[in-house]
């Protein structure tokens, strides 16, 4: 290991579990979770909660305790009340997703033996890698660009880190002072499902959107993209909620309904055909998206190229 990531291992916070009570279950699995995922978990914990009529800790106790026929029978049922509800499919699975986390946990903590075997519902992941298109996004810039406010300055720099880096919205909200390097053009970010920040380079308009932002903000320590005001002012972290009603305010003022991982998706598809014209591979290109798996890269080339189109064109 290198001193470096020795360092960077240092810094982050160890969560410091001690044996797991009945009574402690929940809250040391919510212990040291990355803020955005604590609230997810939270969130979803909660509605769990309340289709059992129960407090949080008291749904965890008795969902634990129930045994695997029980508690997978509690499941099955809790994914046919969120059936019932309309919910979008990935939304039902990420509740799942958090019960199966929840058990996993009190197994590794040696509370139970048995793991959550329900399965969650299939999805057709990514139909729409496209995002807004690229002269909606400009139209988008465009109207930024009309004003002169702080805030305008801030919202530019928000558009350029989507679309010209293809960040995630958690992952531009969490950007902190210290991670912007206007002398070498660089910004540090914590990537999904990441340990370590990784150091991506900013082209040249996206530097130059970033560097007016903290000429506005100033180079105080603090997060990098603050909440303004009515009066302009505003000195608290930027929400993702914030981020995606200003994304999408944006877009229905040009007439197109977008949001923050539509800009992402919008970066990404056009990385992939900018790519295959300079003749560099779909690889080298997963530096730029950061996906985990060269798999969902995939999608984006394939809805690129129509291949089903095109054989269907053949038949017709």
Known sequence: MTSDAAEDRSNMPVPMWGPVSREDVLEAFLQGRKETTLTAYRQDMADFAGFLGLTDREA?????ASGPGNANLTALNYRSYLLTKGL????????????????????????????????GLKTQTYRDTSG????????????????????ATRDRAILRLLHDLGLRRGELVALDMADADLTTGTVQVLGKGRL?????????????AL?????????????????????????????????????????????VETRPHGLRHLGITEAVRAAQKAGYGIEEVLDFSRHADLKTLMVYVDRDRDTQGKIASLIA
């Open 211 to 255: 560097k007016a932002w903290i000429d506005a903000r100033g180079t105080e320590p603090g997060p990098l993209f603050l909440n303004c005001d009515r009066a302009g002012q505003g000195n608290g972290r930027l929400t993702g909620t914030a981020v995606y009603k200003l994304v999408r305010s944006l877009g229905q003022s040009v007439g």
């Open 60 to 64: 965890v106790e008795t969902f634990l």
């Open 132 to 151: 807004p298109g690229s002269n909606a996004y400009r139209k988008m810039l465009s109207r930024v660009d009309l004003k002169t406010s702080r805030k």
């Open 196 to 208: 370590q920040k990784e150091r991506l380079s900013l082209p040249a308009p996206t530097l130059d």
């Open 88 to 119: 979008q499919p990935t939304t039902i699975n990420r509740r799942l997703a958090t019960l199966r986390s929840l058990t996993k946990f009190a197994r590794l903590a040696g509370w139970i033996v048995w793991k959550l075997e329900l399965p």
